[in-house]
């Protein structure tokens, strides 16, 4: 292993997320061979970079093929939602809908977030990196739609405390962000038909197209009397 990607490695391994602005990110980014010497020396490890064009930063994961070596070797699925219930996960979920979703629709037509909505020469700008497209949603506006069915004000805090220490999300006063992991560790491809057509419909005031094979309003429907302690069963594990 030469010297770039031994460093590179243990600074992922160590700070969790690098900037992909960053001199060594962007070599392996951009450097075929270089990127080939890290997937390599991270798969011999179970290990992956993830990196997506629609974030600002990248970080490591587990391979999906020594996740059931992982997760499965017990008799019960060990899932991997860093210690979240079910409220915390359902929380993430639609934090992931409301910042995630827009911003990646700001960034397919490149518009920043203060750009006028009907700049006609908006395709012709490079992709907007993350922070200058995304927005963020206001906490009461947070609590209001959502308090009732997360836990409400109390529960609710917590798990945006516990989102905001793993990197999902940062608080900027009466703002909630996006944080390094949020675009990074949720699969898009896997949820966005879920999310739009299925769990979030009414928000985002689009009538389903089709049948959604899994029901996650389940999970957007709890009453905070049915929220799990941190003992109990754990949540559905997230898509990553």
């Known amino acids: 292993m030469n010297d770039d990607s ?33 997937d390599a020396r991270l798969l011999a490890c179970g ?18 093929t020594i996740e059931p070596k992982i997760f499965g070797a017990r008799d019960v699925w060990q899932n991997n939602n860093f210690g ?7 929380l993430l979920v639609v934090l992931w809908a409301q910042i995630i979703l827009p911003k990646r629709e700001r960034q397919e037509t490149h518009q920043h977030a203060d750009d006028d909505q009907n700049d006609m020469f908006g395709t012709d700008k490079p992709l907007p990196r993350a922070e200058d497209a995304s927005i963020g949603i206001a906490y ?7 308090g ?4 409400k ?3 609710m805090d917590m798990n945006l405390g516990t989102l905001a220490k793993l990197g999902f999300i940062e608080r900027r006063g009466d703002f909630i962000v996006e944080g390094p992991l949020l675009d ?16 979030l419909a009414d928000v985002f005031k689009r009538a389903p197209s089709r049948l959604v094979a899994v029901d996650l309003d389940a999970e957007l429907s709890l009453d905070s009397g049915d929220l799990p302690d941190a003992g109990d069963e754990p949540a559905p594990e997230l898509p990553h």
Do not use: C, P, W
């Open 6 to 38: 031994q460093i590179l490695i243990a600074r992922l391994l160590t700070h969790q997320t690098l900037r992909r602005d960053d001199k060594l990110v962007k070599r392996v980014l951009s450097d075929e061979l270089f990127r080939a010497e890290i």
């Open 184 to 199: 990074l560790m949720m699969d898009t491809d896997v949820l966005k038909e879920r999310i739009i057509n299925g769990a």
């Open 140 to 146: 009461k506006a947070l609590l209001a739609d959502f």
């Open 148 to 151: 009732d069915k997360l836990g």
């Open 47 to 64: 290990l992956k970079l993830l990196d997506n064009v629609y974030a600002d930063h990248v970080t490591l994961a587990l391979s999906r």
């Open 84 to 90: 979240l219930a079910r409220d915390g996960v359902a």
């Open 153 to 155: 004000k109390t529960r």
